[in-house]
């Protein structure tokens, strides 16, 4: 299986604040990764696919970048909206399989 | 507008089979390239890949839960649907089914929470 190792756990910015998150996967993904918002109560909700395509109707300020088994999701102003978990996934090769997220908060 | 419902028993004893049903709209699992996947959340924690099933009926399951998965679909009353057999407290979760069109789940069900419990 490739595993998928995610940093940091957790983390909290200020408003404004550029954030980043990485994944890396155990093995070359050829830029088969998704990210994935998950607000408390709510279902998780795709943001990036193929490492840095932006998924309809997901604000700018997000994107994605990365290749071979290294990758990261930016977020370039944080915002109170943007409190949440962050899961990233790897989608080259079964089982699909995900990171063990990133816990996001406002400073 | 891609719409997906999870339904299932809520709560269940170890040993008995989990049946659960997702109900779709604004998509048909009959056209070329769409799938439909099984996902499940223990509570606070993170995100387990259970099944795919494809338009062409092609199916993927994750080996981990060794034999105890079925994925099946009916296209014509958009449902796709997962059962889990010999079930038990491990299993416990929010199941959440997906639609997939490539490397990703574009479009999540608002999720089932699933006990099992003696």
Known sequence: DIQMTQSPASLSASLG????????ASEDIY???AWYQQKPGKSPQLLIYGA??????????????????QYSLKISSMQTEDEGVYFCQQGLKYPLTFGSGTKLEIK | QVTLKESGPGILQPSQTLSLTCTFSGFSLSTYGMGVGW????SGKGLEWLANIWWDDDKY??????N?????KDTSNNQAFLKITNVDT?????????VTTRVSFDYWGQGVM?????
């Not at chain 1, 604040?17 to 890396?24: A, D, F, K, L, P």
């Not at chain 2, 105890?68 to 099946?72: A, D, H, M, P, V």
């Not at chain 2, 491990?90 to 997906?98: L, P, S, V």
């Open chain 2, 90 to 98: 491990a299993d416990t979760a929010t199941y959440y089914c997906a």
């Open chain 1, 52 to 69: 840095s395509s932006l998924q309809d109707g997901v604000p700018s300020r997000f994107s994605g970048s990365g290749s071979g088994t």
């Open chain 2, 114 to 118: 699933v006990t099992v419990s003696s």
């Open chain 2, 61 to 66: 399951y994750n080996p981990s839960l060794k």
């Open chain 1, 17 to 24: 604040e550029t954030v980043t998150i990485q994944c890396r």
């Open chain 2, 68 to 72: 105890r998965l079925t994925i099946s």
């Open chain 2, 39 to 42: 996902i499940r959340q223990p």
């Open chain 1, 31 to 33: 830029s088969g990764l």
